[in-house]
């Protein structure tokens, strides 16, 4: 039987601002509430950022994810996938503090510093309603998102080795998947491999099938065949390369942080909505959606039990 398609679901992010859509979560309350229905409806991976309540700016304030994490973990199943990337501006040591406080089963890990192009959808929007994020435009067209050798090998001990974390390794570009070669060859890390193909941003590879297939086939050759992978596309690409992977035989991620359309021109409503338009594609293609306790056996996860929040 064929491996079920493991659903993730990207809540918020750090990118899309207030302006650029009224249905961005922001608050902790909102951000609850939309992973409890994204989980709901099929998403067994719960990437999570964090808000400013006053006014949406990205933060990393670990006191303000513990305004969420606890009752998520309360009221799902779902397995809580923390960022380490933060946001534009941030350094390490601040992207840091909430995981390690929190020491959850998953966090994110990117693979490469690169100059990442999150301004170029916000730069299109007629009216901003925030000071910062007017001040986000300078920044994100300045920022290089850094993610040195060093500091790749500071998140794996600090995390992988001191909490048990396992990771999302976000890989923009080709680059990216040498890099990660090269700390399994230092022993770094132990498979399973959970490789996150980030396509669509700019500063990294394109949104494209051949560029899907491309980094499937080198991490096949760097990896061999025991890895689980995923994709997520930026913006319009979102639904299609996400079916394409699937079709591959790989796993999907959606979300308000990688897209905010559920259509040509049409607002997404909730991460929800998202959830369940991924989940029916997979089904119409006889394609079965991965549980929370099977993701957890695939990726060798510590168990929700052994998390701090």
């Known amino acids: 039987m064929a491996k079920s398609v493991i659903v993730t679901c990207a809540i918020t992010g750090s990118i899309h601002t207030p302006s650029q859509s009224p249905h961005l979560p922001l608050t902790p309350r909102q951000i609850i509430e939309e992973s409890v229905a994204a989980a709901e409806a099929g998403a067994a991976i719960l990437h999570l950022h964090a808000r400013d309540p006053r006014d949406g700016r990205p933060t990393a304030d670990p006191d303000v994810f513990m305004q969420f994490l606890p009752e998520i973990r309360e009221r ?3 397995i809580v996938n923390i960022t380490t990337g933060g946001g534009p501006g941030m350094t390490l040591e601040e992207r840091l ?15 490469g510093t690169m100059n990442f192009g999150g301004f170029t959808a916000l730069a299109r929007v007629p009216e901003l309603r925030h000071d910062w994020e007017r001040d986000l435009l300078g920044i994100a067209y300045r920022h290089t998102f850094r993610n040195t050798f060093e500091d790749i ?15 999302e390794f976000e890989c923009y570009d080709v680059g990216h998947l040498f890099n990660l070669a090269y700390m399994l060859d230092r022993k770094l890390y132990e498979p399973p491999l959970f490789l996150q193909f980030v396509l669509g941003i700019l500063g990294g590879v394109g949104a494209e099938l ?6 499937l086939r080198t ?34 991620r959606v979300g308000l942080e990688d897209s905010l359309y559920i259509g040509p ?11 369940r338009k991924i989940v029916r594609i997979l089904k119409e293609l006889s394609l079965r959606v991965a549980t929370p306790d099977e993701v957890r056996e695939r990726l060798r996860l510590k168990g929700v039990e052994h998390v701090r929040f």
């Open 76 to 78: 799902t199943s779902a």
């Open 97 to 111: 503090q909430a995981p390690e406080r929190a020491s959850p089963e998953m966090t994110s890990l990117n693979m």
């Open 153 to 167: 090998e500071t998140v794996m001990n600090r995390l992988g080795k001191g909490h048990g974390v396992r990771f």
């Open 210 to 215: 051949d560029q899907l297939l491309h980094m």
């Open 219 to 252: 991490s096949e050759r760097l990896f061999g065949s025991g890895f689980e992978w995923s994709v997520l596309a930026a913006g319009r690409h979102q639904m299609a390369l996400c079916t394409h992977n699937a079709l591959l035989g790989g796993n999907v």
């Open 265 to 275: 021109g049409q607002l997404a409503r909730s991460n929800a909505e998202q959830v």
